[in-house]
């Protein structure tokens, strides 16, 4: 599957931002879907991860409460609702999916197969 983010852009803190992640290339079905953001000069950290059920969402603790991960599987479509953005948001955004993924490496980038090419978000405050 080809994965496409897009949505990024330039806020003020305390506002808000929804990103969205297609599938340009075949579908989402039975696919675990992820949200990562990297920071300049830093490692890719995760944020969020919903699998194909729809059950469960998790959240990495830095953004639970604010972010929100959905999906419409019908449209193939990954989303995340970004409310209540800080400066500290500031990052590269990133979707990404697999197949075959157990919960306890959910938060791990290398256990997923295929990555969208990222959109920019950017928070002044």
């Known amino acids: 599957v080809q994965l496409q983010a897009f949505g990024g852009g330039l806020v003020q803190a305390g506002n808000s931002l929804r990103l969205s992640c297609a599938a340009s290339?075949?579908?989402?079905?039975?696919?675990?879907l992820a949200w990562f953001r990297q920071a300049t000069g830093k490692e890719r950290e995760f944020i969020a991860a919903i699998k194909w059920t729809n059950s469960n969402p998790f959240y990495a603790d830095s953004v639970k409460g604010r972010f929100t991960i959905s999906r419409d599987n019908a449209k193939s479509t990954l989303y995340l609702q970004m409310n209540s953005l800080q400066p500290e948001d500031t990052a590269g955004y990133f979707c990404?999916?697999?197949?075959?993924?157990?919960?306890?490496?959910?938060?791990?980038?290398?256990?997923?197969?295929?990555w969208g090419q990222g959109t920019q978000v950017t928070v002044s405050s």
């Open positions: 990404a999916a697999s197949r075959t993924i157990i919960h306890s490496n959910l938060r791990v980038p290398s256990s997923y197969l295929h």
């Open positions: 290339e075949g579908t989402f079905s039975g696919y675990t």
